[in-house]
């Protein structure tokens, strides 16, 4: 049946992921051209509070791409049990990935704008 998650999509994986890097690429530029934006940001880190200070966007998207990971692989847990298999972990896991990717790139190229 079209339109469900019966079948796994490497494509729409894929591409979700590279989405979401250039989404964390828009993101960063724009932050670039606010001037109310801090001009130095901190590296992503597990022990900062990613909701205080709000200036520090890496932190919070930190957490939601690991947040949509565990969500994708509660999924896939939930999907292989079923039956017919279900493939809907594939979205929230490929946004994690890729705004966990976006977050490393862009952290690397503000490194001169990042606090270490």
Known sequence: MPGDFSKPSLSFALLFMVLCVVG?????????LNPLSRAVWVQPSWFANPFVPLSQPLQL???AG?????????????????????WAWELPF?????????????????RGGTGA
């Open 24 to 32: 964390m690429c828009f993101v960063w530029l724009l932050q670039k």
């Open 66 to 86: 690991w947040c949509s990971i565990a969500t994708g692989i509660g999924a896939l847990f939930l999907g292989l049990l079923s039956t017919p298999r279900n």
């Open 61 to 63: 998207f930190h957490l």
């Open 94 to 110: 490929s946004a994690g990935v890729g705004v966990l990717v976006g977050v490393r790139l862009v952290a690397a190229a503000a």
